[in-house]
């Protein structure tokens, strides 16, 4: 049984169905990401899969247990944490204030977990005292994800982490996730526009397109495919 199975899943806002019946699995240990077009419903099937929005039907599954519609609290207790696609740091809180955010589940911050912090990321143990919204984006998107890793999980969603990022530090970006999983053993499922360069560095991808899966592979089968290409990686 995979770490996270998310099986036909029906979900969306007021009346309108965005996803028609999603289906997506994580492995212990992998990075999965989700491609596809703008409005797709990628966001969405993150938000359903962490308990933000209502599955309307279908059923996710993590670690063995059915967390179906298990408030999104509950859901980091077990394990999964989110880092949303925009407004993820506590922008008036310093760094090291959104890292105690971070760990809210524990009694307190150890401060081992802050030195693996520093050590992986230096620049936020020289802006521990800054207020977030004084960073950069890719400064602040490396708070936003050390915030989400605080509790160790076993599950990390990531919404789009290049996002923001000047180009040239987006393959920077990439190689980072694939050390926190390679470190930590997180499995980790992101979102990402930078389709070619994500699925180089995952194990498997999914297209979504208008609330449906259309493709899933291994990244590189992905890469190589002419209709996944031609449809969603600009040919
Ligand atoms: N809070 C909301 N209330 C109502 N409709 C929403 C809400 N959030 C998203 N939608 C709609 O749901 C659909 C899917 O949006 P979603 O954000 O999941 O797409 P996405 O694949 O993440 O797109 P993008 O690549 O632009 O981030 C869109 O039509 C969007 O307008
Ligand atoms: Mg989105």
């Known amino acids: 049984m995979a770490l996270l199975e998310a099986r036909d899943v ?14 997506i699995d994580v492995e212990e240990r992998e990075i999965v990401t989700i491609i596809g077009p703008n409005g797709a ?10 308990g933000l929005i209502d599955c309307w039907s279908g059923t996710v599954t993590f670690a063995g247990e059915d967390i179906t519609d298990l408030r999104a ?8 944490c989110y880092v949303p696609q925009r407004e993820n740091v506590f922008p008036t809180l310093t760094v090291r204030e959104n890292l105690e955010m971070g760990a809210y589940i524990e009694d307190q911050v150890s401060a081992a977990d802050l ?16 207020k977030a919204q004084t960073m950069s984006g890719g400064q602040q998107q490396m708070l936003a994800l050390s915030s989400a890793l605080m509790i160790d999980p076993d599950l990390l969603l990531v919404d ?4 923001g990022l000047a180009p040239d530090l987006v393959g920077d970006m990439f190689d980072r996730l694939v050390t926190i999983r390679d470190e930590t053993d997180t499995a980790i499922l992101m979102v990402e526009q930078n389709a070619r360069k994500a699925l180089s560095v995952s194990d498997r991808g999914y297209v979504l397109d208008m609330g449906e899966n259309r493709f899933e592979g291994a990244g590189e089968e992905l890469l190589e495919s002419d209709d996944v290409a031609e449809l969603y990686l600009g040919g």
Request: proline share 4%; aromatic share 8%.
């Open 10 to 23: 029906v979900s969306g806002y007021g009346d309108a169905e965005i996803l028609h019946g999603v289906d």
């Open 41 to 50: 419903g990628k966001s969405t099937m993150m938000k359903a899969v962490y």
């Open 73 to 80: 609290d509950r859901v980091t207790e077990r394990g999964m």
């Open 115 to 130: 030195e693996a912090v520093w050590e992986r990321f230096p620049i936020l143990e020289e802006r521990q005292t800054q």
């Open 160 to 163: 789009e982490p290049s996002a």
